[in-house]
Nanobody, 115 residues
Framework: QVQLVESGGGLVQPGGSLRLSCAAS????????MRWYRQAPGKEREFVAA????????NYADSVKGRFTISRDDAKNTVYLQMNSLKPDDTAVYYC????????WGQGTQVTVSS
């Protein structure tokens, strides 16, 4: 069974930083692309960032490019999202996803950017 457990969210001021973690299990983590998505109230879930296996090639949504950094630690079966220069528009529930099972989602972690 695929399990994805997101953590690290919270309340942060505009311009602040936060690091999200996603602990994965139930598949060979090092073999699959990992992705972060987010969903704001009343909006569709949107792609945020991706990182491939092996080479660790990254890809970002234009809205977060230059501010967010995705990384992975295959020894810990964990993918991270470092979020800097946060804006109110970044407020959302953040979810991770694995290429092994595109339909599997964790509970997500709430990020709120507000003064």
């Amino acid at each position: 069974q695929v399990q994805l457990v997101e953590s690290g969210g919270g309340l942060v001021q505009p311009g602040g930083s936060l690091r999200l973690s996603c602990a994965a299990s139930g598949f060979t983590f090092s073999s699959y692309t990992m992705r972060w998505y987010r969903q704001a109230p009343g909006k569709e879930r949107e792609f945020v960032a991706a990182i491939t296996p092996a080479s660790g090639t990254t890809n970002y949504a234009d809205s977060v490019k230059g501010r967010f950094t995705i990384s992975r630690d295959d020894a810990k079966n964990t993918v991270y999202l470092q979020m800097n220069s946060l804006k109110p528009d970044d407020t959302a529930v953040y979810y991770c996803n694995t290429g092994y099972s595109r339909g599997s989602w964790g509970q997500g972690t709430q990020v709120t950017v507000s003064s």
